[in-house]
């Protein structure tokens, strides 16, 4: 590399070489004015296309990404989620962490120690002095492994640490690991660090505004405007994604919003993998989007209503293809908004059509107006400016009235629940403690939530005598609009302390909400989550002890809060917050043990304002409850009634067995006596009396042996096997006569059926020759038939009719005529 390279300084033209930067002809991002669209006219000095555009870290748009080592990447840095099977795990870092082209997808991790602590110790962590880093045994066999690694076992090399080496895959997956000692990811550029603080650099909120575009930082936004992922502010969260529809589409020369998939149709498909569009108009892995893209801002108060594009405008102004005060025409109807070309497609918070809408903290398209209500009730999402006024009227009026005190304090700006947190993986060391930072403020870098992780909490069972001793954590962000429609549930002994059944988000949540995932869950030792709460002073007043808090679980069964811990004494016996003591005020501390439900699905973790019941009961004036009690004592007694019989059943049952057991134990006796009256000496020798002297028959002790010696040389010639292979021929035998029955039986069968055959041919030929003989009769007679009347006729002309009234010759005709019939 050039004199200077890797060196820090405060922008491009200080450096003398800037490792991995292209050089470019425009000085500014495409972002501020440079930027021509190909369905536009040309409007400024110098436009070019979205292919030579820069980002605001001099980086070619196309790879947006600084590294810490000075190259542009593509894609910004993440690790495959743990809720991704393996194969789609590999399917990522082979298209797009390490990439198919000539150089990896994403920036590869690099330890980046803070101004605070710039000394990079020998085991990957900062400390503030060489002095100060704590000391590592050196590698045993430096000739073979001089390199220690981040979990400090020793390697040939970077590439073979964790388990590496196998391959040039394993090895480049290796090579993406953090340090134990600085475990967290940062976000876009790949730099490892100890706590998600260290993250934020002290120069990009330092930099002046001028100055902040020749520094190569990211210049502040309006409140109104949308972070690209370029670096540049949008007036549109839409005006980012038509931005990577043209740099990813060169080809294409117009973008109609509702007619592209922002999932499928703006970023090209990294090897299998299908990228889709953020709303910031970066391209992640569609399995990942919902983790990876940051949620679209909601609109401020002077800029309250969202337009179906993703523009913020004022409360009485136009949205762009409106005209002003056609938004409030309609106040009883539903919204008119544009519809996308897929019938199946959703409208969603930043412009585009999506068959599934990403996380958003802004107002979805149907209730697109911000409305700040009263300090009861926060901001709210409703349809337009005169819904808005009738919310705050009734806001206003539960404030005024005699109840105002009991309604749930509600954070109204600069609250810690709208702190973000970032979705990062941490790399644990299973032998120690790890203090991890969740959620930290934007704005002074504060830390606001944490999670200390006790050593080998999250431990798989397969990897205690393992190769790799760490283990992931991965922690995910949770938008307002997966929060908005849950709700907790008062107790009703409670409710009239609220007014109200159930709290709404604003009157919840008090602190950073998240998701998480372990490679062991349920972990081996509850987790602690630690937060700042909003409104604490205001809860439980005058008690130290903040019993209406609780660290609270979203179930996705019931999109409900529940407490974790749910009972009365639980909350009562362990608080979690106490104000008693200066450094705890404002502060809730809470344990959980998994991150998923009984079905596998993801809990949403927060300190929650759940008003625990009251411990104390009035009574009831109705004999209701005596009823109760009278029918469950019946219950009981005639359950009880039923057991006794069973059981007496059980008991007789059992004695009946032992019964038989007695009585054939008595036959065998009756029968041993029997055998010793016939061949052994009568009752003397069973009864084994000394006075009766009793012999065996002599004849009876001889035939006896006799017998013996017979059974005893029958076994010794081979009687019984010669007995067995005897009967064992004759089976043989028997079955090959069955056998030869069998198939005389299946030929007689045969026979049969073609005798069978045979006769019914015979007979359909009888039938046959018997028609064709009728058939030729009747041809004759009809033939004769006709001959006579023939003959007849000619008769008729020749002869004259002589009538003769004689009635033997009419006799004779009518014999004649039944000769002929």
């Known amino acids: 590399a050039a004199p200077g390279a890797g060196r820090c300084a405060a922008n491009a033209s200080a450096c003398a070489a800037l490792p991995g930067a292209e050089p470019l002809a425009a000085p500014l991002p495409c972002g501020f004015g440079f930027y021509q669209e190909p369905s536009a006219s040309a409007s400024s000095p110098s436009p070019r296309p979205a292919s030579e555009c820069a980002a605001v870290n001099n980086c070619p748009a196309s790879r947006p ?9 593509p894609h910004a840095s993440f690790l495959p989620s743990l809720g991704l099977p393996a194969d789609a795990r590999a399917r990522l870092w082979a298209d797009v962490l390490l990439g198919p082209g000539p150089g990896p997808g994403s920036c590869a991790p690099r330890l980046a120690c803070p101004p605070s602590r710039p000394v990079r110790c020998a085991d990957h962590s900062c400390a503030a002095e060489r002095a100060l880093c704590r000391p590592v045994a050196a590698c045993p066999d430096p000739a073979v492994a001089p390199y220690i690694c981040p979990d400090l076992t020793c390697a040939s090399g970077p590439g073979a640490c964790f388990g590496g080496g196998a391959g040039e895959e394993e090895q480049a997956q290796a090579a993406y690991r953090c340090p134990l000692a600085a475990p967290v990811l940062c976000p876009g550029g790949g730099v490892c660090a100890s706590r ?22 990211a210049p502040p936004c309006e409140a109104w405007e949308a972070r690209c992922f370029d670096g540049t502010c949008r007036a549109r969260a839409r005006d980012c994604v038509r931005f990577a529809f043209f740099l990813h589409n060169p080809a294409s020369d117009s973008f109609d919003a509702l007619r592209i998939d922002a999932d499928r149709d703006v970023c090209p498909d990294a090897g299998s993998t299908k ?17 990876l893209c940051p949620p679209v801002a909601a609109c401020p108060e002077e800029r309250p209503r969202r337009c179906p594009d993703s523009l913020c405008v004022a409360a009485d102004a136009a949205c762009p293809g409106e005209t002003a005060g056609s938004a409030d025409a309609d106040t009883d109807g539903p919204l008119l908004l544009p519809s996308c070309g897929d019938a199946t497609h959703l409208l969603c918070s930043d412009g585009t059509c999506r068959a599934s809408c990403p996380p958003s ?6 209730s697109p107006f911000r409305c700040l209500l009263g300090a009861s009730d926060g901001p709210a999402c409703v349809r337009d400016a005169a819904a808005c006024a009738t919310a705050r009227a009734r806001s206003e009026a539960n404030l005024a009235g005699d109840d105002a005190a009991a309604w749930p304090p509600v954070c109204l700006s600069q609250c810690y629940r709208d702190v973000p947190v970032p979705s990062r993986q941490f790399l644990l060391d299973p032998n120690e403690d790890a203090l991890l930072d969740v959620a930290v403020d934007p704005l002074d870098r504060s830390v606001v939530a944490t999670l200390t992780v006790p050593g080998g909490a999250v431990v798989a069972d397969g990897d205690l005598e393992g190769a790799s001793p760490a283990m992931r954590l991965e922690v995910e962000r949770v938008a307002a609009s997966e929060l908005r429609g849950a709700r907790a549930y008062v107790h009703r002994s409670r409710a009239g302390s609220f007014g109200v059944g159930e ?6 949540v008090l602190s950073p909400a998240f998701r998480c995932r372990a490679g062991r869950d349920p972990f081996r030792v509850p987790a602690v989550f630690a937060s700042l709460l909003d409104s604490a ?47 705890f005020a404002g502060r809730g501390t809470g344990f959980f043990d998994t991150c998923v439900d009984a079905e596998g699905r993801q809990l949403v973790y927060a300190f929650a304002h759940i008003p625990r019941q009251s411990s104390t009961s009035k009574g009831e004036g109705t004999i209701f409850y005596l009823v109760q009690i009278v029918v469950v004592l019946a219950v009981v007694g005639g359950l009880s009634i039923v057991m006794v019989i069973v059981w007496l059943t059980l008991r007789a049952s059992r004695y009946r067995t032992k019964m038989k057991k007695t009585i054939k134990k008595t036959q065998q006796l009756d029968d041993e006596i029997m055998d010793m009256k016939v061949y052994g000496g009568g009752l003397g020798q069973v009864g084994k009396d000394e006075e009766i002297q009793m012999y065996a028959n002599p004849m009876v002790v001889q035939f006896k042996s006799l017998d013996d010696q017979l059974r005893e040389y029958k076994e010794k010639s081979g009687y019984y096997e010669q007995k067995a292979k005897k009967q064992t021929s004759s089976i043989k035998k028997l ?22 055959h045979r006769i019914l041919a015979q007979k359909r030929l009888l039938e046959t020759q018997a028609a064709n003989a009728k058939a030729l009769e009747a041809e004759e007679a009809a033939a004769e038939k ?36």
């Open 65 to 73: 990404y600084r590294c810490a080592d000075g190259a542009c990447r």
């Open 196 to 217: 998600l603080a260290d993250c934020f650099s002290p120069a990009a909120a330092a930099a002046p505004e001028a100055e902040a575009g020749a520094a190569g930082l």
């Open 275 to 291: 990228m889709a569009a953020c709303p910031d108009g970066s391209c992640v892995p569609l399995a990942m989007r919902d983790v």
């Open 361 to 366: 903290n802004a107002c979805g398209p149907r």
């Open 503 to 508: 709290f709404r988000l604003e009157q919840t």
């Open 537 to 583: 002073a205001r809860i439980n007043p005058g008690s130290p002890n903040k019993t209406d808090v609780c660290l609270a679980a979203l179930l996705p069964a019931t999109n409900s809060w529940v407490c974790v811990g749910e009972f009365l004494g639980e909350r009562e016996g362990r608080p979690i917050a106490n104000t008693s003591e200066a450094r």
């Open 735 to 756: 079955e090959e006569q069955r056998a030869n029955l069998n198939g005389a039986v299946q030929r007689l069968r045969m026979q049969l059926e073609e005798q069978r």
């Open 786 to 821: 006709e001959k006579e009347n023939k003959a007849v006729s000619t008769n008729a002309y020749e002869e004259p009719i002589v009538v003769d009234n004689d009635s033997d010759d009419e006799a004779v005709d009518e014999d004649f005529g039944r000769e002929d019939v």
